[in-house]
């Protein structure tokens, strides 16, 4: 059905100087519902292409355009491009190097990471290393602008850095290995500018990880997975108010919750398939949808055990491997599994699924294998990595934060302590190297983020492991525990469900 409900214009800052809204043109948005999501879906007004028609892409890293014995320069352009997503018409993206997702990076541990970021879009840009430990100032604040090359009438909050052009950040990643992703953070248009493409993985490697024999080279698969719907002329579907993306930011009221694409890409390609041999696969998931959680499970589970090994999460390996059948992903979240094909028959197709979708969101990537593998399958060892257990007897403090739906008489605002997000308010002032616990209480799905900080979460009885996401369903409650012993500065603790921190659900903290 057509939306016909007011429009939604509110979020974090103060807008009255913000520019008239901009009603989306010439897009009659259609509003559906999926079994199991608490959310509407927003409907493509074009066919998707058939399920496992098209190869799985798999891009090589980006390399680097000059080295030292300590760090590795790269150069990436924001700009518009196109993909071929569905099968008769090319869709516009706004893309890192015009690409959807963006570039593959890779990095290793003591090697300093600088990239120099061009915007060639019309529109302000921020760019995010999400799990990265990074000085404040190179984190990717959402009001740390990077404005178009070309310049442009554009409202800007106060309280950041305003570059023109360009910047270059600096990522020291003297931090231990995990999938990192990468993703505009521009403050109220987050959700719009990721979902135009602006995402992109980085893989980051150390020594710990090297020595455990885990599948590398083409059975090492990175899988970005993000949902997204399609309209009359291929483009990207986004209920934005304005939708040059330039001043009024929110979403029409339907979609206030959360945006539901109708489509779920992999590595940009809908259902994609890969052929595999009868050995073992490494697969690093990330969940780059706007709001969308997944329960991923194989539709032709192994005869005998479970058909994963869990290695990794968020923050990198755990610290020993545990079987599972299904896993669950909010929007942000990493997982790494290990997957062994040695006991289906060559020929055999192995579907990997997301167990809470409908029509176009269930199927992932469908498994082909092919023949024998000359190499041995991986079984994991006794421990995996050496992991502190932070002891909550040790901690400084208990802070508690709630992340709430308040309704206004224009629509209803996302807030953490009854705050909307304000770049002159801190939450917390965490002293560098104390042991703090923040308990989290919510009254619907909240995916949350602390950014420059790896935490534990207390009261999980899985392995021992590193986190910067912790997903929340209705009327939950969780606690972490983390010492803050990365940098000093300014960094942001947030809602990733990309519209509710749109609307202002982002909150300081500062490292002292």
Not at 80 to 108: C, H, K, M, N
Not at 466 to 478: C, H, I, N, Q, T
């Amino acid at each position: 059905m057509a939306v016909s409900s007011p429009l939604l214009a509110l979020a974090g800052c103060d807008r009255s100087d913000a520019g008239p809204a901009r009603r989306p043109a010439d897009v009659a948005y259609r509003v559906g519902r999926e079994t199991g999501q608490p959310f509407p879906v927003l409907l493509s007004q074009r066919d998707r292409p058939a399920p496992y028609s098209r190869p799985l892409p798999l891009p090589a890293p980006l390399r680097p355009v000059s080295s030292t014995a300590t760090e590795d320069v790269y150069e990436l352009v924001a700009r518009a491009g196109e993909a071929q997503i569905l099968d008769d018409v090319a869709t516009p993206v706004w893309g890192y190097d015009g690409q959807f997702p963006g570039p593959l990076f890779e990095s290793r541990r003591g090697r300093t990471m600088r990239v120099r970021l061009r915007n060639e879009l019309p529109v302000p840009i921020v760019r995010h290393l999400h799990g990265g430990h990074t000085p404040h100032r190179h984190d990717g604040y959402p009001l740390d602008y990077v404005v178009p090359y070309d310049g442009g009438d554009h409202h800007l909050h106060p309280g950041g850095e305003v570059h023109h052009g360009e910047f270059e950040y600096v990522y020291p990643l003297d931090q231990r290995a995990g999938l990192l992703w990468y993703h505009d953070h521009r403050m109220d248009f987050s959700g719009p500018q990721v979902w135009r493409g602006l995402v992109g993985l980085h893989l980051h490697r150390d020594d710990e990880e090297a020595a455990l024999g885990l599948p590398a080279g083409e059975r090492e698969l990175p899988l970005l997975v993000c949902d997204r719907s399609f309209g009359p002329d291929g483009q990207l579907l986004y209920p934005s108010l304005d939708q040059e993306l330039r001043h009024t930011p929110g979403v029409l009221r339907d979609f206030a919750d959360g945006v539901l694409g109708d489509t779920v890409l992999v590595n940009g390609v809908h259902a994609p398939f890969h052929e595999v041999r009868q050995g073992s696969y490494r697969l690093r998931i990330a969940v780059a949808s706007n709001a969308r959680h997944y329960r991923i499970g194989l539709d032709r589970p192994p005869a005998s055990g479970e058909p994963f090994w869990q290695i990794g999460t968020d923050g990198g390996l755990m610290a020993h491997a545990r079987p599972l059948r299904t896993f669950l992903m909010a929007p942000a979240e990493r997982v790494d599994v290990v997957v062994d094909f040695s006991g289906y028959p060559v020929g055999s197709r192995v579907r990997l699924t997301n167990l809470s979708g409908g029509r176009g969101t269930t199927d992932l990537v469908e498994f082909r294998v092919t023949g024998p593998d000359d190499r041995p399958v991986w079984r994991p060892p006794a421990r995996l990595s050496e992991i502190e257990r932070l002891d909550p007897a040790g901690a400084v403090r208990t802070r508690r934060f709630s992340f709430t739906k308040v309704p206004t008489a224009a629509g209803p605002t996302f807030q953490i302590s009854h705050h909307m997000f304000s770049a002159d308010r801190v939450a917390a002032r965490p002293r560098q190297g104390d042991v703090e616990i923040w308990e989290f209480t919510t009254d619907q799905q909240h995916p949350v983020h602390v950014h420059n900080a790896h935490f534990q979460v207390l009261d999980d009885p899985g392995p021992l492991a590193w986190k910067d996401v912790v997903s929340l369903g209705a009327k939950d409650r969780r606690r972490i525990i983390t010492r803050f012993d990365s940098y000093r500065g300014r960094y942001l603790l947030h809602c990733h469900n990309l519209e509710h921190e749109d609307m202002g659900m982002m909150a300081n903290y500062d490292i002292r």
